[in-house]
T-cell receptor, first 112, second 113 residues
């Protein structure tokens, strides 16, 4: 099974409220990624976990948090949502030494 | 930093005509290049990958050739099908070992009868 699952598929949030998005995979991949995709823009890497080590991109360092309680699950956490967080959030995973990433269908977040 | 540039926006083709979606890149290192395809409401899926020059990967009738001299990895198909309608992403991954992708903005292909 090469499926990456994301929950929920659609999320509505209020400005200033927290948001938690969930991703799971059963391929025993050691690396999991989170991307943000806005209309007419390239997917932008936010952060990734290699095993238990979190790596956050410099320009989004303070805006997003993440946790990986076990190999299969990874969350993306926004402490206080702003209108600019409205986007599609894509989760992906890969195995060390393999450059192919497997993607989930995404969670569409709308902040009002 | 690394960057990927794709044919912008929407490409509309009549069924049976050839497909060519452009992808050019800039990278400090000699990267790996990928094409991903995303159908409506589905996850992006790997279509093609190229690791070496002079090797032309093919899948589902699509092919792409990595040309280091022109920093290009254009996606081609001889005859478009209605089912090819989707969003296509070109991406690169450098060889520094962190396995991160840099994506292009995507090209939406619409094939009409």
């Amino acid at each position: 099974d090469t499926t990456v699952k994301q929950n929920p598929r659609y999320k509505l949030a209020r400005v200033g409220k927290p948001v938690n998005l969930i991703c799971s995979q059963t391929m025993n991949h050691d690396t999991m990624y989170w991307y943000q995709k806005k209309p007419n823009q390239a997917p932008k890497l936010l952060l990734f976990y290699y095993d238990k080590i979190l790596n956050r991109e410099a320009d989004t360092f303070e805006k997003f948090q993440s946790s990986r309680p076990n190999n299969s699950f990874c969350s993306l956490y926004i402490g206080s949502a702003g209108l600019e967080y409205s986007a599609m959030y894509l989760c992906a995973s890969s195995r060390l030494g393999h450059y192919e990433q497997y993607f989930g269908p995404g969670t569409r977040l709308t902040v009002l | 930093g690394d960057s990927v540039t794709q044919t912008e926006g929407l490409v509309t083709l009549t069924e049976g005509l050839p497909v060519m979606l452009n992808c050019t890149y800039q990278s400090t290192y000699s990267p790996f290049l990928f094409w991903y395809v995303q159908h409506l409401n589905e996850a992006p899926k790997l279509l093609l990958k190229s690791f070496t020059d002079n090797k032309r990967p093919e899948h589902q009738g699509f092919h792409a050739t990595l040309h280091k001299s022109s920093s290009s990895f254009h996606l081609q198909k001889s005859s478009a099908q209605l089912s090819d309608s989707a969003l296509y992403y070109c991406a690169l991954s450098d060889r520094t070992g962190n396995y991160k992708y840099v994506f292009g903005a995507g090209t939406r292909l619409k094939v009409i009868a």
